[in-house]
């Protein structure tokens, strides 16, 4: 028997994406990792290879910036599944996409948890209207609450068995997993339950029974804040009140489903210090949250094919352009570009092998660099041919 | 009709540059090689950044940033780099601290809740915290009276990606929706008048891809729109073409079989081993890299038209280690960016 040292055995973990697509038993694929490295495009990628393969796929896609829609060739997503047309269905599969869309997707939460006089006083809160559309969080949370609608569609009517999710474009990464308790100690935290006492209570009379404390913090908020956007708050915080238990439990459920086995993370990287580093915390956290990681994806990685190494190269080229008799005048040059492409590959190599490292155990698959951005479903097939190596 | 056109070089009596770009175009190199460019122009500059991300540091290999400013580097013109990492929690306390004198009731703030509640849920009073601490710095002045000078001759902000920065900016309207008046307002309001100034411009950082560009001519137009004076647009990780223009021209007849037997020709000449195969390689990265030049000079083409000033950064196949954050300063610089 032949016993591999451990590097090699490291080396060997290459992550098997058709085994990933082709498992029944995961039904939610969860593509996150740094801005700007091409989670959209494999999210694309994966549910045309696996709708492909058979599965009855639906990828929800986040960014704003119809990035999907562009790579589908659709020209709207609308916080809808719609089909995508060109999908080989000969093997069972389909696919369908959407884009989310925060502020409906809140708006929609908030009328079917609350009664419709209600729901119309939340949805022409000021407070509401800011928190629905700006609040640093919400679009995770709501791609979360997305995610569990389209999980319980998927059980009943639509029969998709396979969701797909690209994660919003955060600040950092591990935004993605923070957002949902963000919310959650919003709803708990102990300043919104003192200011809704008063709510409850009704007019000014708490402040008398408040501890000194809540004067104080009201007082300087009050200050700070303006007095209306407390009072905004207030009936934000009185008006959302029958719902909380409804977010909380939901958003616990959305954390479990993310821990189960039927859920995989796919972590997405460029061959770049910044996204590796990005990706090497999230690999960390998942594994400290329990949740189950695939592998990670690592595209445009700079691939050069034949032996000839970089040294090599710029030394053929210097001996060529100094016998000044070259037969064709591009020889130089053209060893000179595979120099600088080798210089690259050497590169992009080099710090996947530290992420190896420093993150043993974690399957990783490279996606060599694309001559031409990719927007078309063609396109997509080929990363997908890549993805799975 | 190009409208916006900046007539005036980017550097010209602007102290606070606003750099922003889409995810992975490389903002925070950009950010940190105008910030050292301006230094070694003798000038005493401030890099920020405002999404707790520690770019800054890792760009440097300097430990973590807090909000308090740290010298990063001396420059031998006699100008300096200082970096700051500006934190909203901090950030509040220390304007609670100074406004209000508030002393040891801000840790009771924190402890109540209070403290979470401003800066992560109510909607732009987080960026008014941000920015504000940015405001502070850029306006600050040393010596008194007449003999006041400005503390910073130049602030670098390496601000939120394009996707939130126009929202991040416009943080006026962002707490007038829901905050009408009092301090915050009125802070918002004073930053908003400075980052309307022509003390700032907002530069844009692109790739010559598709997505980047577009979502930078996105940006443009909505930072236009919105009043924020643009600056110039910062091409980043540009390819050195290589090929020389007769290159293009044998390599645009196609591959012909000639090209292909003198190419192994010369490579047997100095010995390359497998001169065949290495020469099908070699034509074959030369077409790829046609191919990623023209993309290159189609979306070069779309920023063109802007009518806006442009500067370009080379890729460096070595990455940012060794020095090549000064290379990208010294091209700011020969560029006249700076």
């Keep these: 028997m032949v016993r591999m040292t451990p590097a090699a055995a490291r080396a060997e973990r290459s992550l098997d994406i058709d085994a990933l697509l082709a498992d029944p038993a995961k039904r939610i694929i969860v593509c996150c990792g740094a801005g700007g490295v091409g ?3 494999t999210a694309a990628a994966l549910g045309v290879r696996a709708a492909e393969a058979g599965r009855r796929v639906v990828v929800l896609t986040i960014d704003p910036a119809l990035r999907l829609a562009q790579s589908l060739g659709l ?20 696919m369908d996409a959407m884009m989310l869309d925060m502020k409906r997707t809140f708006d929609e939460v908030v009328e079917q948890h609350a009664s419709p006089e209600k729901a119309a006083s939340i949805l022409a809160n000021p407070f509401y209207v800011a928190v629905s559309s700006s609040f640093a969080g919400t679009q995770e949370y709501m791609a979360m609450e997305k995610l569990g609608q389209l999980r319980v569609q998927s059980q009943r009517e639509n029969g998709w068995d396979l969701i797909i999710v690209d994660t919003p474009p955060s600040r950092s990464a591990l935004d993605f997993l923070d957002a949902p308790k963000r919310l959650g100690s919003f709803l708990d935290g102990r300043f919104i339950r003192l200011l809704m006492a008063p709510a409850k209570a009704g007019g000014k009379a708490y402040l008398k ?23 905004d708050v207030q009936t934000f915080v009185a008006a959302l009140d029958t719902m909380f238990g409804g977010f909380r ?6 954390y479990a489903l993310l821990q189960a086995p039927e859920t995989a993370f796919v972590v997405v990287a460029s061959p770049d210090r910044d996204a590796l580093r990005e990706a090497a915390f999230f690999v960390e956290r998942l594994g400290t949250e329990r949740m189950p990681l695939a592998g990670l994806v690592v595209n445009r990685v700079q691939r050069v094919a034949g032996s000839l190494s970089r ?57 060599p660099a694309a001559a031409r951005d990719i927007h078309d479903l063609d396109g997509l097939r080929a990363v997908g041919a890549d993805l799975a190596g | 009709m190009v409208s916006g056109v900046n007539t005036t070089t980017a550097g010209q009596g602007v102290r606070l540059h606003v750099v922003t770009g889409k995810g992975g175009t490389g903002k925070t190199t950009v950010a940190a090689a105008l910030g050292v460019a301006l230094a070694a122009q003798g000038k005493r ?18 430990a973590p940033l807090s909000t308090s400013e740290t010298l990063i580097l001396n420059d031998p013109s006699g100008g300096s780099l200082y970096g700051m990492s500006v934190e909203p929690k901090a950030a509040l306390l220390e304007y609670l601290h100074k406004f209000y004198k508030l002393g040891r009731a801000g840790s009771l703030l924190e402890k109540i809740g209070a403290v979470d509640f401003a800066t992560t849920i109510a909607p732009g009073v987080r960026d008014v915290l941000l920015i504000g601490k940015v405001y502070e710095a ?6 008194r009276g007449r003999k006041a000078v400005p503390a910073y001759d130049a602030v670098v902000l390496d601000a939120p990606p394009t996707g939130r920065v126009a929202r991040f900016l416009g943080v006026n309207t962002e707490v007038a929706e829901v905050a009408r008046m009092g301090p915050i307002k009125s802070q918002a309001d004073s930053i908003t008048a400075l980052l309307k100034s022509r003390i700032t411009a907002v530069h844009l950082v692109t790739l010559l891809e598709e997505m980047p560009v577009q979502e930078c001519l996105d940006a443009t137009q909505s930072l236009s729109e919105a009043g924020f004076p643009v600056g110039a647009i910062i091409v980043n990780q540009v390819r050195d073409p290589i090929l020389s223009e007769g290159d ?7 591959i012909t079989s000639r090209l292909h037997t003198e190419i192994a020709a010369d490579l047997a000449s100095v010995g390359v081993a497998d001169p065949d195969r290495t020469t099908t390689v070699l034509l074959e990265e030369a077409q790829a890299h046609l191919e990623r030049l023209d993309l290159q000079a189609e979306q070069d083409q779309r920023i063109q038209e802007q009518g806006r000033l442009v500067y370009y950064l080379p890729q460096l196949p070595g990455g940012l280690e060794a020095g090549g954050l000064n290379v990208l300063a010294d091209e700011l610089h020969t560029q006249g960016m700076v």
Aim: charged share 20%.
């Design chain 2, 45 to 62: 500059v401030l890099l920020a950044e405002v999404e707790e991300r520690q770019g800054i540091s890792s760009t440097f290999d300097i």
């Design chain 1, 75 to 94: 020209n709207a997503l609308d916080n809808t599944p719609r089909p995508v047309a060109g999908i080989d269905t000969r093997s069972g599969g389909s």
């Design chain 1, 249 to 254: 439990e939901r958003a616990d459920q959305t």
């Design chain 2, 248 to 254: 293009l021209t044998d390599l645009s007849d196609g």
């Design chain 2, 138 to 143: 850029a306006g600050r002045t040393q010596g």
């Design chain 1, 311 to 367: 040294g090599r190269a710029e030394d053929a080229a210097s001996a060529l352009e100094a016998t000044g008799a070259m037969r064709s005048s591009a020889s130089a040059d053209l060893l000179r570009l595979h120099a600088d492409l080798a210089t690259s590959a050497t590169r992009h190599q080099e710090l996947i092998s530290r992420f190896r490292v420093s993150n043993p155990g974690v399957a990783i698959t490279q996606v």
């Design chain 1, 209 to 231: 029974a408040a501890s000194a404390t809540l004067s104080l913090a009201v007082g300087v908020m009050t200050k700070v804040l303006g007095g209306e956007l407390l009072r």
């Design chain 1, 39 to 41: 989670k959209t495009t």
